[in-house]
């Protein structure tokens, strides 16, 4: 009975020690190439997801040349891409924001183990977005 009590304890304080806040590495779902690195962070009870380094989609001083005219020219690294994002019950609703064209979609984030998250961007409905796959980034 004793080990029973210890088991609920330690895999109830597991599933609620989970958060998406750390640095993720988002993958391609197409190629399985490592894009990006993404810190998640917590900032007024909501949170937010910030570029840090960009491993293989532009050159290494990571500045935005075939982007928007918004922000042609400036560096990606910094900017917020999940904005407001606030935990929804057992997921995270808020905004996914495309670095390269500027765009914004709703998006959802599942935690799925400790070390990945489930990530959904769309623009109407679930259903009709994209999903991906983030995996814990360890330095």
């Not at 399985?32 to 997801?49: P, R």
């Not at 917020?80 to 995270?92: A, G, L």
């Not at 009709?128 to 995996?135: D, K, L, M």
Request: glycine share 4%; net charge positive; charged share 25%.
């Amino acid at each position: 009975m004793m080990k029973l009590i210890l088991f609920f304890i330690f895999f109830t304080t597991t599933i609620f020690a989970q958060s998406i806040e750390g640095k993720w590495k988002t993958i391609d779902t197409k190629t399985q190439t490592e894009l990006s690195i993404i810190e998640i962070y917590k900032k007024n009870n909501q949170y937010y997801g910030k570029l840090i380094k960009i491993l293989n989609v532009l050159s290494s001083h990571a500045d935005c040349e075939k982007c928007s005219m918004k922000i042609k020219n400036n560096s990606l690294i910094g900017k917020d891409v999940i904005v407001k994002m606030v935990k929804d019950d057992k997921q995270y609703k808020g905004k996914l924001i495309d670095p390269f064209s500027d765009k914004s979609y709703n998006c959802t984030i599942n935690i799925i183990t400790n070390s990945s998250l489930e990530i959904n961007a769309y623009s109407i409905l679930p259903i009709f977005g994209r999903t991906q796959n983030w995996i814990k980034h360890s330095e």
